[in-house]
Structure formats: structure tokens, C-alpha cells
């Protein structure tokens, strides 16, 4: 069976540093895309990073230099790194597998999401 | 960055109702357009993707379409669980925007 399992959120202060990780089952990551998608308490989804196959990465200009994706082939695990953290940054923290089809690709397996609060 | 405008916001509806949600992206993704639901509390589910295909195991009441710019996404005849909130993402450029979504409700 598919699945996605992440954990490391949590209650961190503004300005702290926190390390998300999604652990894959069933498939391999470095086979795969894999993203982070994250949503803000009663908001819309918002796409942050994407790892792709060959390990080049790519997050969304507003939160470059702040947060990093990695991954650990030997753990077949995804990491978000996420600094400087902002109020703004308090979301649940969903990690996806994406599928390549033709020249394009969807998130198809998503994990259960982890919260993220920043606040003092 | 690609917009991603979807219509209506919100939605009232009844079981059995045909509906159906639009996406517009500013600019040409040519089909590179995914289609996904979400219920409170839950992580989004992929519908569709590539515009027109269809997710293994998903009803086949569920259909999308549209190329370019306009994409439409479709539910021939809504069932108690298909009330939820639906977004459209595109996959074509970086940053993969998602739209603002679509809440569907029951009238």
C-alpha cells in the first residue's frame, strides 16, 4: 500500500526553526516528484516546494531562502527545512507524491497533513 | 506566475443537481490542469488531471475538460459525499498555483 506519513510540526516561536518530514511507504521517492503543499487555517492550498527525480528543487520565490526540500534516499523520506518562521507560516503542512504523465505531472498521494502554529 | 481563477467561490446545490466549476489560467497551460476535492479536515483527493482523465477509482460522474486557458470541471449528478471544496492546479509552470477553490454546498 501507498502512503505518506508526516510528522515534526508543532508549536514553535517567531523567528524558530522547525524540520518537516514525510516518511513514503510503498513506492520510492527518488523515483517520484514529491511536494509540499501547505494551507493556512480556513484558506486555500498553497503550493511551496518540489523535489524532482534526478534531486533538483524548486520552492515558491516568496518563501525561497527561508524554507528548503530535501530528501534522504536511504530513509525514503521528503524533508521540509523551514526557517525564520512567521505567524504567517502557520499552516497544515501536506506532503504529496507527484506522477509524471506525458509532459506533465499530478499529486496522486497525499499524506494526513501536519499543523504548523508560530506564535509567541 | 500563472493565476488561477476559479468560479463560482461557492456553490448551492442539490443531490442529483448537474454542476459545474470553471478555471481560467492567465495564460496558456495547454492541459496541464488538475482537478482536486477536499473535505473539512482532510488532505485534498485528486479527480482528474491533464484536463480530461479521469484518477483510477474514482466515480465516473466526475469529468473534466477545456484546453488553453478554460478548463471545466463537471459533476453529472451530485451524491451526499461529493459536497466539498474543489480546486483546479496547474502543472505546466513554476510556481504550481492552485485556485482560490469552490465550495460546494447543499441547498
Known amino acids: 500500500e501507498f502512503q505518506l506519513v508526516e510528522s515534526g510540526g508543532g508549536l514553535i516561536q517567531p523567528g524558530g526553526s522547525l524540520r518537516l518530514s514525510c516518511a513514503a511507504s510503498?513506492?520510492?521517492?527518488?523515483?517520484?516528484?514529491m511536494s509540499w503543499v501547505r494551507q493556512a487555517p480556513g484558506k486555500v492550498l498553497e503550493w511551496v516546494s518540489f523535489?524532482?527525480?534526478?534531486?533538483?528543487?524548486y520552492s515558491v520565490e516568496s518563501l525561497r531562502g527561508r524554507f528548503s526540500i530535501s530528501r534522504d534516499n536511504s530513509k525514503n523520506t521528503v524533508y521540509l527545512e523551514m526557517n525564520s518562521l512567521r505567524a504567517e507560516d502557520t499552516a497544515v503542512y501536506y506532503c504529496?507524491?507527484?506522477?509524471?504523465?506525458?509532459?506533465?505531472?499530478?499529486?496522486?498521494?497525499w499524506g494526513q497533513g501536519t499543523l504548523v502554529t508560530v506564535s509567541s | 506566475d500563472i493565476q488561477m481563477t476559479q468560479s463560482p467561490s461557492s456553490l448551492s446545490a442539490s443531490v442529483g443537481d448537474r454542476v459545474t466549476i470553471t478555471c481560467r489560467a492567465s495564460?496558456?497551460?495547454?492541459?496541464?490542469l488538475n482537478w482536486y476535492q477536499q473535505k473539512p479536515g482532510k488532505a485534498p483527493k485528486l479527480l482528474i488531471y491533464?484536463?480530461?482523465s479521469l484518477q483510477s477509482g474514482v466515480p465516473s460522474r466526475f469529468s473534466g475538460s477545456g484546453s488553453g486557458t478554460d478548463f471545466i470541471f463537471t459533476i453529472s449528478s451530485l451524491q451526499p459525499e461529493d459536497f466539498a471544496t474543489y480546486y483546479c492546479q496547474q502543472s505546466y509552470g513554476t510556481p504550481y498555483t492552485f485556485g482560490q477553490g469552490t465550495k460546494l454546498e447543499i441547498k
Open positions: 523535489i524532482y527525480r534526478g534531486g533538483a528543487t
Open positions: 495564460q496558456s497551460i495547454i492541459s496541464f
Open positions: 504529496a507524491r507527484g506522477t509524471e504523465y506525458r509532459s506533465s505531472w499530478y499529486l496522486d498521494l
Open positions: 491533464a484536463a480530461s
Open positions: 510503498g513506492f520510492t521517492v527518488s523515483s517520484n516528484y
